[in-house]
């Protein structure tokens, strides 16, 4: 990664955040939480943009609609967050594979081979 392609995703990310600021008041906190549910869940997809920018893109659609965000995503917004994701892998999950991978080998290095 050029220094190029570092000022171009930082252009990208504050014409991003000048959208989210740009929703009304209470799409604008619940979009704040979704992003930071997934920055701590951290989905494969959030790496790309794709997932952020179509949440972003769903929030403009429902704001433009006069509905209320609790309208669009219901009371429960990490229910919302998880269905979101059912379907992606986590880095969280990426890593627990790792370690359980290099856990289960050694513990059949422990108690011989299987018969």
């Excluded at 604008?28 to 179509?54: A, S």
């Excluded at 429960?76 to 289960?104: H, M, N």
Aim: with cysteine; charged share 30%.
């Amino acid at each position: 990664m050029g220094i190029r392609d570092i000022i171009e995703g930082k252009r990208q990310w504050r014409a991003h955040m000048a959208r989210v600021k740009a929703l009304p008041p209470d799409y604008e906190i619940v979009y704040k939480e979704i992003q930071r549910y997934f920055f701590k869940v951290g989905p494969v997809e959030l790496h790309d943009g794709t997932l952020l920018n179509g949440l972003l893109d769903f929030f403009e659609e429902g704001a433009a609609a006069g509905k209320g965000v609790l309208e669009l995503i219901g009371t429960d917004v990490a229910a919302f967050c998880d269905d979101l994701i059912k379907d992606s892998r986590t880095y969280a999950e990426i890593y627990q594979e790792s370690i359980s991978g290099k856990s289960g080998s050694a513990e059949n290095q422990e108690n011989g081979p299987q018969k």
